[in-house]
């Protein structure tokens, strides 16, 4: 079988003219990021590398010293290439600038460098996500309001996920497509090629000690699959919950299934609790185009307009015949 690289997979889709130079460039960097930040995830405590940075982030959560390195490590590789004209991230409140000194690029990356964090101490899959966007034209200095495009307008997302192998999943507009680290050649092989989500599934996803706090449409549709097949839908659902995004997505992407975040009233506040920007735009734009559905409860996901760069969003994404259903009891209602 002839082994692709990552590296030969991209030349070939800049060759068909899926993606240019700067895209290619930006997409190695990211991979080479990425295996930086896998090498420093395995060490673990062998480095000191678990626990707390003793600092918060924006979200006000308590990070996490990988959160902080792998950031640092996202930033860093993306700085210098010249394919970029600013980043942001879910660890820094306001947008990151290329330095003075570097030549700036026409695209916008987001990202969330360390996703599942919580999972970090006790040795669970980890993983980050990324978003790539156009630099409007025109514009003169990088601010907030050139992020906050929706995510239909993206030109790839990707994640990694930092599991018993290192995956980099991607798509630049034509599919899904993933990659599996090879650890002693220190190169991505295309392993995964076309991935789809099945439009029916067994399988679901979300944080049931949030029941109590969840909205009817979404009581009622967890209610459904709980009863099995002797209830309304007549087979019986299975459940999964890992806590990292990454790798409850990467199941839905690989065998199918349906993940929800949906809004809660622990969340109501804040619109959602996972990250419109670094969390859901990409993961929709991943799962739609491996023919899967992802939506607010009342929304298509890439269609929000997007008002700040830390909003947040309810997420509900997977196998379209379930998500379609939760998506109508929530307009039903
Ligand atoms: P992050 O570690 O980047 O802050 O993201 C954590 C997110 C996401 O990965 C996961 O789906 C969700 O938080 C888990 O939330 P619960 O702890 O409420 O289950
Ligand atoms: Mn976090
Ligand atoms: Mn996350
Ligand atoms: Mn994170």
């Known amino acids: 079988m002839r082994r692709v690289t990552l590296t030969q997979f991209l030349i070939e889709q800049q060759r068909a003219g899926r993606t240019s130079p700067d895209l290619r460039l930006l997409i190695e960097v990211v991979a080479r990021a990425v295996k930086a930040i896998g090498v420093n995830v395995s060490k673990g405590a062998l480095a000191d590398l678990l626990g707390e940075a003793g600092t918060d982030n924006i979200q006000g959560e308590a990070q996490k010293k990988l959160d902080v390195i792998a950031n640092e490590i996202l930033l860093q590789a993306n700085e210098w290439g010249g394919h970029l004209a600013a980043m942001a991230s879910e660890e820094v409140e306001e947008v990151h600038q290329i330095p003075f000194d570097y030549p700036k690029g026409g695209y916008l990356l987001l990202f969330d460098p360390l996703d599942g964090s919580s999972n970090i101490d006790v040795n669970i899959s980890v993983g980050t996500i990324f978003s790539v966007l156009r630099f409007p034209e025109g514009v003169k200095e990088p601010n907030e309001q050139c992020f906050l495009q929706p995510g239909r307008e993206q030109v790839a997302a990707g994640y990694a996920l930092y599991g018993p192998s290192t995956l980099l999943i991607l798509t630049v507009g034509n599919g899904v497509h993933g990659f599996t680290l090879d650890r002693e050649m220190g190169s991505f092989v295309y392993t995964h090629p076309f991935m789809t989500v099945p439009v029916d599934t067994q399988e679901y996803a979300i944080n049931a000690s949030n029941a109590r706090h969840w909205e009817p449409p979404v009581q009622r549709y ?112």
């Not at 799962?287 to 997420?315: C, F, K, M, N, Y």
């Open 222 to 333: 967890v209610a459904e699959l709980q009863q099995g097949k002797t209830g309304p839908r007549g087979k019986d659902f299975n459940m999964r919950w890992v806590a990292s995004m990454v790798a409850d997505v990467h199941r839905v992407l690989t065998r199918g299934g349906i993940f929800m975040y949906p809004l809660d009233e622990k969340c109501r506040d804040q619109g959602g609790k996972l990250r419109l920007m670094y969390e859901a735009n990409p993961m929709a734009m991943l799962v739609e185009q491996a023919g899967g559905s992802a939506t607010t409860g009342r929304q298509r996901i890439l269609d929000v307009q997007p008002e700040r760069l830390h909003q947040r969003v309810p997420v509900i994404l997977g196998s379209t015949h379930e998500v379609e259903r939760v998506t109508a009891y929530h307009l039903e209602g």
